[in-house]
């Protein structure tokens, strides 16, 4: 019977996809890089540009997500930390 053969490998196919979502989740943030941070909490207030035209170093670009996180920018500590880390490599002065 094609037509069941078809959708147990869909099946098949979809317990993978779901079992790679899982362990990534319990990777912690294998999908939360720096770039999806930026675009996703700093850019709903302001374009995520604001940030790119800046050169600064780490300790500023800490104390710049400290501030926004003041006025609203959600991230908690570990995103923040990834965060800082990809701002500063990628917008250093
Ligand atoms: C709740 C709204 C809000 C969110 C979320 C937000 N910002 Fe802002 N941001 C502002 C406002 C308002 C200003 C302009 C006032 C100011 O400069 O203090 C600003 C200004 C800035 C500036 C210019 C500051 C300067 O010193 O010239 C940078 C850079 C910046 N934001 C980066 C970020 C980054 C990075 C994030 C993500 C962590 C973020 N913002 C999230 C509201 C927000």
Not at 40 to 69: E, F, Y
Request: charged fraction near 20%; aromatic fraction near 4%.
């Amino acid at each position: 019977m094609p037509a069941q053969g078809g959708s147990v490998k869909k099946v098949a196919v979809t317990t993978v996809a779901l079992s790679l979502m899982v362990s990534g989740a319990a990777l912690g943030g294998v999908f939360s890089n720096g770039q999806s941070l930026l675009e996703s909490r700093c850019a709903v207030c302001h374009p995520s540009s604001k940030a790119k035209v800046l050169k600064r170093t780490p300790a500023q670009w800490d104390g710049i997500v400290s501030n926004m996180m003041k006025k609203g920018a959600k991230l908690n500590a570990e995103e923040k930390k990834t965060l800082v880390k990809y701002l500063a490599e990628n917008y250093k002065k």
